[in-house]
């Protein structure tokens, strides 16, 4: 690598962490907004940074000198006095820059993790997933040239002569033909993969407003960034309920608006459904996340909803996090009842959310545990 470019990937990497170090600095004003929401891909996120200012180049005064050697004079291009085609006058001070910068999702969660010290999760579900071993210890009898295995083609060939009668020892010669060619071939072979699911349950009846649902909204992105570091293959399941429940995809999760009573059972029914069906817990590490204002229908249907988390849910499930946001029309009740009959079990975690303020707090007792 030449000198320039070395001292070019040297400053880019210098950038990096000066990029790195702000976010940091700023990691808590982005845990309470929904600013990176919005701008969040697949494997990274895109955040503005106003605080950098991006290099330029200043020109100074040349005095009145012309262009080229020497004390110059009138009459050439961009003599003085010659008017610009723009219009208006030249300012003097420098433009407001906000520079967007690209963030892998695995590096941010990284700070997330260092911000609210999170401890690594320790997988319990695991699946074999078939993917190609790295070294060709396999032979076949078709591919490229480049991967042609010279001794197995030759003893292939050997053997076939001396098969049909055509070997002569006086006069040793082997000619290959194209059936007698083998070819170096990659195995796949069983690697042990960690897979993840994520339920997110949310109440969507009239108690629910917006704010209500922008606490959840910024509760899920951080959550499903944290775990999908720890894990390589993390399905994400969105699941609405009032007084019914059902699977949705996610813009209809964060935009659905609905009216009516909450019967919170119909939630974790289906959500047991969705294990039973397709995530057993042998294979699958299990994090159901409810999100409500504590407003449930009657005291019947808790009751429904306490027996089906001891009895079939928490069994199933690493860690089971309720997550009650405070609404002018919820009771807060269902978050009592949670508590009175979970005391000490460490598979559910509950946590009342006043407004945004309280939302790093929230992640830090959902993730805090390394389940």
């Not at 993917?131 to 591919?143: K, P």
């Not at 010669?173 to 796949?188: L, M, Q, T």
């Not at 996610?250 to 909450?262: D, K, V």
């Amino acid at each position: 690598m030449s000198a320039p470019l070395y001292r070019i990937d040297s400053d880019h990497s210098r950038f990096r962490e000066i990029v790195k170090g702000r976010i940091r600095r700023d990691l808590a004003k982005y845990l309470t907004s929904s600013e990176l929401i919005g701008r969040a891909g697949a494997h990274s996120v895109s955040i503005p940074l106003p605080q950098i200012e991006l290099p330029r180049l200043r020109f100074g005064d040349n005095q009145g000198k012309g262009n080229g050697k020497g004390d110059g004079g009138e009459g050439g291009p961009g003599e003085k006095g010659e008017k610009a085609d723009g219009q208006g006058s030249a300012g003097e001070q420098p433009g407001q820059h906000i520079l967007e910068v690209e963030v892998d999702l695995d590096d941010l969660a990284d700070m997330l993790g260092e911000e609210l010290g999170l401890p690594r999760i320790q997988p319990r579900g695991v699946r074999d997933l078939e993917t190609e071993g790295g070294r060709y210890t396999g032979v076949r009898a078709a591919g490229p040239d480049s991967l042609r295995h010279f001794r197995r083609s030759f003893k292939r060939a050997l053997l076939r002569t001396v098969a049909s009668g055509q070997w002569d020892p006086k006069s040793a010669r082997i000619v290959p033909v194209r059936e007698d060619f083998r070819y170096r071939a990659r195995k796949s072979a069983p690697k042990p993969d960690s897979s993840a699911v994520v339920f997110h349950m949310m109440d969507v009846s009239g108690s629910m407003g917006r704010d209500q649902k922008d606490v959840v909204r910024i509760q899920a992105f951080w959550i499903d960034t944290w775990l999908r570091r720890q894990y390589k293959n993390l399905d994400v399941v969105y699941i609405v309920h009032d007084a019914a429940a059902r699977v949705v995809d996610q813009h209809t999760f964060f935009h659905l608006r609905e009216s009516g009573g909450t019967k919170i059972s119909s939630a974790y029914e289906l959500c047991l459904a969705q294990i039973q069906e397709r995530y057993r817990p042998e294979d699958w590490n299990v994090y159901p996340f409810h999100y409500s204002d504590g407003d449930n229908w009657s005291a019947r249907d808790t009751e429904t909803c306490v027996n089906l988390l001891s009895g079939e849910i928490l069994p199933r499930v690493n860690q089971f996090c309720y997550s009650q946001v405070k609404s002018a029309h919820g009771s807060g009740q269902f978050k009592k009842d949670l508590d009175a009959a979970f005391d000490g079990v460490d598979e559910l975690v509950t946590v009342s959310l006043a407004d945004r303020g309280d939302i790093p707090r929230s992640i830090r007792a959902y993730l805090g545990r390394g389940r």
